[in-house]
T-cell receptor, first 114, second 111 residues
Framework: NAGVTQTPKFQVLKTGQSMTLQCAQD?????MYWYRQDPGMGLRLIYY???????DKGEVPNGYNVSRLNKREFSLRLESAAPSQTSVYFC?????????????FGQGTRLTVV | QKEVEQNSGPLSVPEGAIASLNCTYS??????FFWYRQYSGKSPELIMS????GDKEDGRFTAQLNKASQYVSLLIRDSQPSDSATYLC???????????FGKGTLLTVNP
């Protein structure tokens, strides 16, 4: 049981390049999330998907797009990377068990835009 | 008003003491509440979740939820130096499934 898997773990992009961050969960969770974390700013929600087939903007969506490919996978795309998008990106998923609610994170992607 | 607010800290306690972390939230319809621990350079690690009023205990950790006061707390008993980390409170909103975080409280446990 891998939980939440993010790829890649590290990436360096040049300004204007594009890339897609991949996230997959194997816990049959309905909801998935993308966050960025910058020093002193906490975890800021970029986009989320409450269930398969839906996506919604979070606090800082500009410059990003997402795709909920199926129940397991939720990808984040940077179409034209900017230095301001240098950050650590986390994917998370949330779901209910028979007796509890849970939300787990992936290991993160450290992205540098030069 | 921010959606999720935590006592800003930093918080410092001696080894063996009880550490108390607090969080308030603005959405009265919020459904589920989470506490995470995050070590520097690592991803947040789920400590426990709670969705019913009252206390929930797991080992040295106790989460307390008071929906009327829109308040959730985490108590860490017998604090250890390895508990030194940033603690994050998170809330799932009532009308959507948006998972929103507070800015975190840095806890230092001194040997």
């Amino acid at each position: 049981n891998a939980g939440v898997t993010q790829t890649p773990k590290f990436q360096v992009l040049k300004t204007g390049q594009s890339m897609t961050l991949q996230c997959a969960q194997d816990m049959n969770h309905n909801s998935m999330y993308w966050y960025r974390q910058d020093p002193g700013m906490g975890l800021r929600l970029i986009y989320y998907s409450a269930s398969e087939g839906t996506t919604d903007k979070g606090e800082v969506p500009n410059g990003y797009n997402v795709s909920r490919l199926n129940k397991r996978e939720f990808s984040l795309r940077l179409e034209s990377a900017a230095p301001s998008q240098t950050s650590v990106y986390f994917c998370a998923s949330n779901g209910r068990t028979s007796s509890d609610t849970e939300a787990f994170f992936g290991q993160g992607t450290r992205l540098t835009v030069v | 008003q921010k959606e999720v607010e935590q006592n800003s800290g930093p918080l410092s306690v001696p080894e063996g003491a009880i550490a108390s972390l607090n969080c308030t939230y603005s959405d009265r319809g919020s459904q589920s509440f989470f506490w995470y621990r995050q070590y520097s350079g690592k991803s947040p690690e789920l400590i426990m979740s709670i969705y019913s009023n009252g206390d929930k205990e797991d080992g040295r950790f106790t989460a307390q939820l008071n929906k009327a006061s829109q308040y959730v707390s985490l108590l860490i008993r017998d604090s250890q130096p390895s508990d030194s980390a940033t603690y994050l409170c998170a809330v799932i909103g009532g009308s959507n499934y948006k998972l929103t975080f507070g800015k975190g409280t840095l806890l230092t446990v001194n040997p």
